[in-house]
C-alpha cells in the first residue's frame, strides 16, 4: 500500500529542546516537502527536496532543519524548539511526473510549551 | 504568485441535500487539481485528482469539474450524510523552478446536519 508514515503523531516538549519528526515514503517518490498547518494560515511550505542531497527552503523555513540522506527518508529538525513552531505538521511526497497525486502523511500534532 | 481561494468558508446543510464547494485559483498554468478532506486535527485524505487536460473526475458521491481557462474548480457531493462533515481542502501544484509546491485554499468547512 502507498504510503507516507510520520513519526511521532503527538508530541509535547520544551523550549529549547531538540527534536526530530521522521517521514518515510515506499512509493520511491522524488519529491518530498514539509507543511505546517495553522488556523486562519492554512498549509505552508517549510522545506522541500527534489532528491537525494537536494533540499531547499520553502515559505516558512526560520527554525527548521532538514536531510535527505536517502530518498525514502526526509527528517524534520528543529534544533531549538520555540512556542511559535506549536502546529500542526504534515509530510508530502509526489513523483517527478507533476501531473500526479500527491500523498501525504497523518500529520504531527507538535506542541512546544 | 498562485493564490487558491475557497468558498463559501463555512456551509452547514441538511442530510441528503446535494452541495457544491467552489475553488478559484489565479494562475491557469496548473499541472493538475486535487480535492482533499481533513476531519479535524488529523490528516489529509485525498479524494479526486483531475489532470489539467480532464474535465471532471468522479469517486462515488464525488463529482470534482475543472475549468482551467476561468481558473476554477468546483466538488460536488451528492446526497450528503453526516460522515461527509469535514473540511474540504483544493489545492494545486505549481513548479517554480526545482520547487514542485502545493498551493492550498483555506477550507470549506462543511457540516451536515442529521
Known amino acids: 500500500e502507498a504510503q507516507v508514515t510520520q513519526n511521532p503523531r503527538y508530541l509535547i516538549t520544551v523550549t529549547g529542546k531538540k527534536l526530530t519528526v521522521t517521514c518515510s515514503q515506499n512509493?520511491?517518490?522524488?519529491?518530498m516537502s514539509w507543511y505546517r498547518q495553522d488556523p486562519g494560515l492554512g498549509l505552508r511550505q517549510i522545506y522541500y527536496s527534489m532528491n537525494v542531497e537536494v533540499t531547499d527552503k520553502g515559505d516558512v523555513p526560520e527554525g527548521y532543519k532538514v536531510s535527505r540522506k536517502e530518498k525514502r527518508n526526509f527528517p524534520l529538525i528543529l534544533e531549538s524548539p520555540s512556542p511559535n513552531q506549536t502546529s500542526l505538521y504534515f509530510c508530502a511526497s509526489y513523483h517527478r511526473a507533476l501531473d500526479t497525486e500527491a500523498f501525504f502523511g497523518q500529520g504531527t500534532r507538535l506542541t512546544v510549551v | 504568485k498562485q493564490e487558491v481561494t475557497q468558498i463559501p468558508a463555512a456551509l452547514s446543510v441538511p442530510e441528503g441535500e446535494n452541495l457544491v464547494l467552489n475553488c478559484s485559483f489565479t494562475d491557469s498554468a496548473i499541472y493538475n487539481l486535487q480535492w482533499f478532506r481533513q476531519d479535524p486535527g488529523k490528516g489529509l485524505t485525498s479524494l479526486l485528482l483531475i489532470q489539467s487536460s480532464q474535465r471532471e473526475q468522479t469517486s462515488g458521491r464525488l463529482n470534482a469539474s475543472l475549468d482551467k481557462s476561468s481558473g476554477r474548480s468546483t466538488l460536488y457531493i451528492a446526497a450528503s450524510q453526516p460522515g461527509d462533515s469535514a473540511t474540504y481542502l483544493c489545492?494545486?501544484?505549481?513548479?517554480?523552478?526545482?520547487?514542485?509546491?502545493?498551493?492550498f485554499g483555506k477550507g470549506t468547512l462543511l457540516t451536515v446536519n442529521p
Open positions: 489545492t494545486v501544484p505549481n513548479s517554480g523552478g526545482s520547487n514542485y509546491k502545493l498551493t
Open positions: 512509493m520511491n517518490h522524488e519529491y
